[in-house]
Structures are given as structure tokens and as C-alpha cells.
């Protein structure tokens, strides 16, 4: 088993790092106050590729693998998680999705400039009364004529007012449950589409989430994704891959507060001597380094599961409950490290640790993974 990376990973990484220290570091605080998104941060990681990185390149991407999009997630989420969600939305579910089960008509006009990162785009699947319960739609979209009519509101929509492409979960056949969802690419602007005041959040601040409210919308029939029915099964494909850029942003942030704290453990002194020579801090950075690498090891193996062709609805459930939940631990051990300095903002580590929670809650909670891995080990 080779555990070395390709020269052409090495580069991706290192690109990854470079483009977040230069373009990403310079701000970020000022944009996590303000709840500023990145606008021009992520119009130039459109531009280097990063937003539509294994979408095949006669679609506009970078057709690289998985493995590739862990390394860059990671160094970008050391930085800047509210990057990097954007990141992970456009690649993970709505490009992935869009390749994946799009039509040739709707790879062409929607994923071509999606994957350029010329346009941004959003998943819409949570709803008031359901969130990780997708069979719970309460949004609907009946057949008429020439098109859906859509009605309902969706809740927590990352990229909510700067994407211009949606793909919306909805249900078209109430009686059927499950087998009666559909999903449907909704372009901005369409008439009947609002969309409702930025959320004010604990993390990932820069990042815009907004509820989206649909009246009357007329979504033409062509933009209906996949056959009649294939609603719940285009979400749950869609998520399971979604897992995989979430463990890898925790990972980053975590990555990133630990190299924080290492740094700072070397240079404060107390009793006479660098708090890292004390042994109690000694310990907790021992601690964090095993963490971290033991979820970048989950993630990798997710990824390359997903990269042979594999199923990796399993690894990519660990690696998210793992990372997730090794990320929340490791900030708040790098805001202790910090002392009272950790708990300033110009610090960045007390940002690092409100940003490491949302990893437990979304693309499923910490629970739902526990759930489907629950399951996949029983059934074994």
C-alpha cells in the first residue's frame, strides 16, 4: 500500500495552500465579522480550477480525481471554511450531481459554466420539518402542461443568494412517499423565487445562507434531472459524495488551528521555558497530531474508494463523523493552548473552533452518519 502522494497531488496541494495564504488569509477576519462573502476570493478559484475540480474537462472542469479534491479542501479550510464550503457545494453536489445525472442538454448549459466556476451553485434539499428526514418533503412540484409548478420553502441553502443554478428536491406524487420525489434545476430570478435574509450563524459566517420560497415557480419539464421518481435516490447519491468535502473542510480546520497552536506553544513562554517543553501541552499537541492524522487517513481512503469505483457510502460516513467530530476537539485544545490569547480574534482560533461545529451538523448530522454506518456494519 503506497501512501505517497503523485507529483501532480503534491502540485494541487501546494496551489491549494499558496492561492489560500495569498488570496484567502489576507481579510478573513474583517469578512467573518461582517459577514462579508468572498465574492472575488472564489470568482479566482473559478479561475485556477477549484470549483468544478473532478468534473470531466469536455464539461469546462479540471477532470482530476478525489484525492485531489481532499488535498485542496483541507489547505483551504485551514484558512477559510467559508471558502470552502463554496467549494465543496459546487463541487460535491451540485457538479457531481449535474455529471453524474444530468443530460447531455443540461451538462452542457448548466455544468459547462458551473465547472468554469463562472457561475456558483446551491443544493436545495432542507426544509422547516426536514432536514436530515428527506423523505419528508413538504415542497411540491406538480406536472402541468409544459412544466412543474413549485411551491415550498427550503432552509439552511448554502450559496442561497449568490448561486445562480439550484437544484431543488421537491415532491411531484405525494401518495407515492419516497418514490414520488423529484429534482429540478431552477435557475435565478425565475418569477416566484425569493429569497429570504442571510442567516446570521455562529460559523462560516462569510458564507451566505439564506431560506429559499418558491410561489408558482414554472420549472419546464427538461429540467427535470433523471426519470420520473428518482428524487430521493439523486439526493442520497448526492450526499453520500458530499461527505467527503465535509470530513475534508473539518480535517482543514482542524489542520489549521493545530499548526496555530504548535507555532504559538513555541514561542510563549511560561515558568521559565516554551510552554511546548511543559508536558501537559507537549501531550495535547501529541494528541491532536494523532486526531488528525487519523481522519486524514479516512478521508483519503474515501476518496479513493470513490476514485476505483467503489461504493464509499461507508468510508465516506466515517471519515465525516470522524473528522467532524476531531475537529471540534482539536480547535477547542488549540483555543486552551492559546490560553486567553485564544479566545481574541485576531488569533484566528477561536474562529477555527466556531467553524468546526457546523461540520457535525451538516451534509448530515454526526447522528445520521452513525446511522448509516450502523447499518452497513450490521448488514455485513
Not at 155 to 180: C, E, F, P, R
Request: net charge negative; with cysteine; hydrophobic share 40%.
Amino acid at each position: 500500500m503506497d501512501f505517497n502522494l503523485s507529483e501532480e497531488h503534491i502540485m494541487i496541494r501546494d496551489a491549494a495552500r499558496d492561492f489560500a495564504q495569498n488570496e484567502l488569509l489576507p481579510g478573513v477576519i474583517e469578512r467573518d465579522e461582517n459577514q462579508k462573502f468572498p465574492t472575488e476570493q472564489v470568482k479566482k478559484m473559478g479561475e485556477l480550477g477549484f470549483l468544478g475540480m473532478m468534473v470531466d474537462p469536455k464539461y469546462g472542469g479540471s477532470g482530476l480525481d478525489a484525492v485531489s479534491y481532499v488535498l485542496a479542501m483541507e489547505e483551504i479550510s485551514k484558512i477559510d471554511a467559508s471558502a470552502s464550503v463554496v467549494m465543496s457545494v459546487n463541487n460535491s453536489l451540485v457538479c457531481w450531481g449535474l455529471e453524474t445525472f444530468g443530460s447531455e442538454e443540461q451538462k452542457q448549459k448548466y455544468l459547462v459554466p458551473l465547472a468554469k466556476g463562472e457561475i456558483i451553485g446551491a443544493f436545495c434539499l432542507s426544509e422547516p420539518e426536514a432536514g436530515s428526514d428527506a423523505t419528508s418533503q413538504k415542497t411540491t412540484a406538480f406536472e402541468k402542461d409544459d412544466h412543474y409548478l413549485l411551491n415550498g420553502t427550503k432552509n439552511w441553502i448554502t450559496n442561497g443568494n449568490n448561486a445562480s443554478v439550484y437544484l431543488v428536491i421537491a415532491q411531484t406524487d405525494i401518495d407515492k412517499g419516497h418514490k414520488g420525489i423529484n429534482a429540478f434545476i431552477v435557475e435565478k430570478g425565475t418569477p416566484g423565487f425569493e429569497i429570504g435574509p442571510k442567516e446570521n450563524k455562529l460559523g462560516i459566517r462569510g458564507s451566505d445562507t439564506h431560506s429559499l420560497m418558491f410561489t408558482d415557480v414554472k420549472v419546464p419539464k427538461e429540467n427535470r434531472i433523471g426519470e420520473d421518481g428518482f428524487g430521493f435516490k439523486f439526493a442520497m447519491k448526492t450526499l453520500a459524495g458530499g461527505r467527503i468535502g465535509i470530513a475534508s473542510q473539518a480535517l482543514g480546520i482542524a489542520s489549521g488551528a493545530y499548526e496555530l497552536a504548535l507555532k504559538y506553544s513555541k514561542e510563549r513562554k511560561a515558568f521559565g521555558k516554551e510552554i511546548s517543553k511543559h508536558q501537559a501541552i507537549a501531550f495535547k499537541l501529541a494528541d491532536m497530531a494523532t486526531q488528525i492524522e487519523a481522519a486524514r487517513h479516512l478521508c483519503m481512503k474515501a476518496a479513493w474508494d470513490k476514485d476505483q469505483g467503489k461504493n464509499y457510502d461507508l468510508s465516506g460516513a466515517m471519515a465525516k463523523l470522524y473528522a467532524a467530530e476531531m475537529a471540534m476537539d482539536v480547535t477547542v485544545e488549540a483555543v486552551q493552548i492559546h490560553g486567553g490569547y485564544g479566545f481574541v480574534k485576531e488569533y484566528h482560533v477561536e474562529r477555527l473552533m466556531r467553524d468546526a461545529k457546523i461540520t457535525q451538523i451538516y451534509e448530515g448530522t454526526s447522528e445520521i452518519q452513525k446511522i448509516v454506518i450502523s447499518r452497513s456494519v450490521l448488514r455485513d
